[in-house]
């Protein structure tokens, strides 16, 4: 029993150190960030402009959370407020001519319907990101649907 224990325990760190010496070198594989070995710093990209107050960006395909086509900066969203839901919320959505958040925002991941928002759609920008012009990280053949818009 002790003479496989020590196995064990010799094969357990000749793995990590083998999967640390990997970590540092890519082995010249490129990702997104560039070919920079993986134990140096790169320069973080410049924060992106968010396009301000324009129409919504059609959406790509079904179910996909609608971008947010205006500015959030110090919306806050904790435990006690949430300022997206001043707006979006159905209480104050006609009066301030925001989208209602949709009856998915009530449902849990159960299916049960909640009388207000569901804990796992509080968060907004878990899913909701402003709208900035960036390219796409990777070259890709994706189509947007042309049902919902997209000419
Ligand atoms: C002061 C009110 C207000 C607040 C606060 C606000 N919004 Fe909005 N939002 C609007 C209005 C008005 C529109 C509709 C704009 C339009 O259609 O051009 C909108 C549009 C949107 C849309 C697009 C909906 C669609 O139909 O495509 C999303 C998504 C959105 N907001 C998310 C958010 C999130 C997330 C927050 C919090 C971080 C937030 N909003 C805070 C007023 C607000
Ligand atoms: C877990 C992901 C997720 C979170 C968190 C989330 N949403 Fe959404 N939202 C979606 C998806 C997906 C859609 C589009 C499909 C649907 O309605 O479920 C959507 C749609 C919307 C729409 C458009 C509704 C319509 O009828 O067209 C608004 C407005 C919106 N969300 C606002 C919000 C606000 C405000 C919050 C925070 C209180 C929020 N969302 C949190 C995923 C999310």
């Not at 997104?32 to 129409?55: F, S």
């Not at 969203?77 to 209602?100: Q, R």
Request: aromatic share 6%.
């Amino acid at each position: 029993m002790k003479k496989l224990l020590s196995v064990v325990v010799v094969l357990g760190l000749a793995c990590t150190t083998s999967i640390n010496a990997e970590e540092v070198n890519s082995g010249g594989v490129e990702s997104l960030r560039g070919t920079a070995t993986l134990d140096a710093t790169k320069k973080a990209e410049e924060m992106k402009r968010v396009i301000k107050d324009k129409n919504p960006i059609a959406r790509n395909y079904v179910h996909q959370p609608p971008m947010i086509p205006h500015q959030i900066r110090g919306y806050k969203v904790d435990l006690n407020s949430n300022k997206c839901l001043t707006c979006h919320g159905w209480k104050y959505a006609a009066e301030t001519g925001a989208t209602k958040v949709s009856m998915t925002h009530f449902e849990t991941r159960d299916g049960k319907t909640l009388s207000d928002i569901s804990p796992r759609r509080y968060f907004c920008s878990q899913c909701h990101v402003t709208q900035a012009d960036a390219k796409p990280l990777v070259e890709n053949t994706f189509e947007p649907v042309e049902s919902l818009g997209n000419d």
